[in-house]
C-alpha cells in the first residue's frame, strides 16, 4: 500500500437516484420496433398499456446486454442515468472531474460556506495565541480531506499568513462580515471564544468567499452531487478506476462504483457481466 493512503479520508458516496434501464430498453425497442421480443412484460406491452413502474423495476434486458457487448451501440444508454451524492472528496478531484463533459453537477460553494474559517481568523485576532486558536478551530471544522496533523498545521499556517496579508486593508472588516454582527467585534473585545460563537450564531457575510477563495487548497474537501448517464458512466469508470488515474479521483471512482446496482454495472463494466 502507498503512504499517501494513510494520509488521505476517503469520500463517501450514496446513490441518490436511478432512472432504471427500462428507459433505455424502450427506446431501443422504438427504433427498431420490436416491443413482441423483449423477454419483459412490461416492455412488450408498451404500446398497449404503458405500466411506468413496471418498466422502471426492470433488472435484466437482454437487448440492452447485446447492445452494450455485441454490438458496442451505447448511445441507447444515455437513456439511463444515475444520480450520486459525494461527501468529502477534494478541490484536486473536483478539477478532474469538470473534465468529464457529460455530466451534470452541482458542489459545496466556497463563496457562500467560509464563514466559518472567517469567523475564526478574526477571532483568533483577539488572542494571545491567534495563531493557536484558528488552529484548533480549522482542525474542529475538518475541512481538509488530509487527516496527517503535521501537513495539515503547514495548510492551516499558510491559509492564516494570506488572512493576516489581508488583514492590512482597512476595509477587511467590511468585506468579512455582514453588518449587523459588526458590533460583536466591540461586545466580545479580548474573549476570541465568545467572539467566535457570537460570530457563528450572528448572520452570514453574503458571498463571502469572493474575497477569501484565494486562501483554498486542493485538499480543500468538497460534497457535491454528480448525474451521469450510462454511457458517460462507462467512460468515466474506464478512465478513473484504472492504475493510472489519480489515486483521489480513483478512490471516488471505486466508491461510486460500489454504490450502483448490479443492472447498470452489468452495462459497463465487464467484470460483471457474466455476473
Known amino acids: 500500500m502507498q503512504m499517501y ?7 463517501i458516496v450514496t446513490l441518490l437516484h436511478a432512472s432504471g434501464i427500462g428507459v433505455a430498453e424502450i427506446a431501443a425497442r422504438t427504433c427498431y420496433d420490436s416491443f413482441d421480443l423483449s423477454e419483459n412484460a ?5 404500446m398497449a398499456s404503458l405500466d411506468i413502474e413496471a418498466i422502471n423495476a426492470i433488472e435484466h434486458s437482454e437487448l440492452l446486454m447485446s447492445l452494450a457487448w455485441v454490438r458496442h451501440h451505447y448511445s441507447i444508454m444515455e437513456h439511463a442515468t444515475l444520480s450520486y451524492l459525494i461527501r468529502g472528496t477534494s478541490r484536486g478531484v473536483l478539477q478532474e472531474h469538470a473534465r468529464h463533459r457529460i455530466q451534470a453537477i452541482s458542489v459545496r460553494s466556497t463563496r457562500y460556506t467560509m464563514s466559518s474559517v472567517i469567523n475564526a481568523f478574526v477571532a483568533s485576532l483577539q488572542s494571545e495565541k491567534a495563531f493557536e486558536f484558528f488552529l484548533e478551530k480549522m482542525f474542529e471544522l475538518d475541512l481538509f480531506v488530509i487527516v496527517d496533523s503535521a501537513y495539515l498545521e503547514i495548510e492551516i499556517r499558510a491559509i492564516y499568513q494570506k488572512l493576516l496579508y489581508q488583514y492590512r486593508d482597512e476595509e477587511f472588516f467590511s468585506y468579512s462580515i455582514a453588518p449587523s454582527s459588526l458590533s460583536l467585534l466591540k461586545q466580545h473585545e479580548n474573549n476570541p471564544q465568545e467572539l467566535y460563537e457570537a460570530l457563528q450564531k450572528g ?44 489515486f483521489q479521483i480513483r478512490w471516488l471512482a471505486q466508491a461510486m462504483k460500489d454504490a450502483t446496482p448490479l443492472k447498470y454495472l452489468q452495462l459497463i463494466d465487464k467484470h460483471y457481466k457474466e455476473k
Request: net charge positive; proline share 2%.
Open 5 to 11: 493512503s494513510f494520509n488521505y479520508q476517503k469520500p
Open 42 to 46: 412490461s416492455v412488450k406491452e408498451a
Open 203 to 246: 448572520k452570514k457575510k453574503r458571498n463571502v468567499g469572493d474575497a477569501f477563495k484565494h486562501i483554498v487548497t486542493d485538499n480543500w474537501k468538497v460534497d457535491m452531487v454528480v448525474s451521469f448517464n450510462i454511457r458517460s458512466l462507462k467512460n468515466y469508470f474506464e478512465l478513473r478506476d484504472s492504475g493510472a488515474a489519480w
